[in-house]
């Protein structure tokens, strides 16, 4: 079965630059979440889309931003990294509003970004 | 908003023993708990999940329960494997975010 697909799976950075992380849901899910995992730490919801609008908004810092597009794949921008921005950056999708299994969160393999 | 906590922090077990990992919810208003299993290098993946409707659901040796009146739900492993070896999470949801408890890790020894 397809699965959430996210890239680039490792990413290095040095301070102040920036990073776009992208994901591409599973096929027919319409909401796209970001999460991210710090070592030992339980995942965080950063922000979330539905049908290509902002759904909801986490603890998503003011230098990050995301957005959904038509093909409902989904990107995060990160600017002016900071060390404590390295982490992993999970994507998850969800099936359409009309399933049953609307609320399902199906995550990817993630990104692990290391910032210099 | 939602403050999910999680115990034991770390679980051992014999080959073919059960696990049970415990978690409390503040918010009555979740309605959705699903665990997660996340292997080293791995996204979590979504092992059982149930439904403020239900009191309990079971998937061959995974059973979750639910206890709404008091805020927890529990996973329970029957015949653990050492494939089983992992971080578990639980987690609750209201308005489709997820908020994780701090998870458990699972080591069956053979």
């Known amino acids: 079965a397809a699965g959430v697909i996210q890239s680039p799976r490792h990413l290095i950075k040095e301070k102040r630059e920036t990073a776009t992380l992208k994901c591409y849901p599973i096929?027919?899910?319409?909401?796209v979440y970001w999460y991210q995992q710090g070592p030992g730490q339980d995942p965080q919801f950063l922000i979330s889309f539905y049908e290509k609008m902002q759904s909801d908004k986490g603890s998503i810092p003011d230098r990050f931003s995301a957005q959904q597009f038509s093909d409902y794949h989904s990107e995060l921008n990160m600017s002016s990294l900071e060390l404590g921005d390295s982490a992993l950056y999970f994507c998850a999708s969800s099936p359409l509003e009309t399933s049953e299994k609307y609320n399902e969160q199906f995550f990817g393999p993630g990104t692990r970004l290391t910032v210099l | 908003g939602e403050n999910v906590e999680q115990h034991p922090s770390t679980l051992s077990v014999q080959e073919g023993d059960s696990a049970v990992i415990k978690c409390t919810y503040s918010d009555s208003a979740s309605n959705y708990f699903p665990w997660y299993k996340q292997e080293l290098g791995k996204g979590p993946q979504l092992i059982i999940d149930i439904r403020s409707n239900v009191g309990e659901k079971k998937d061959q040796r995974i059973a979750v329960t639910l206890n709404k009146t008091a805020k927890h739900f529990s996973l329970h492993i029957t015949e653990t494997q050492p494939e089983d070896s992992a971080v578990y999470f639980c987690?609750?949801?209201?308005?489709?975010?997820?908020?994780f408890g701090a998870g458990t890790t699972v080591t069956v020894r053979a």
């Open positions: 096929p027919r899910h319409d909401t």
């Open positions: 987690a609750a949801s209201r308005d489709y975010k997820l908020s």
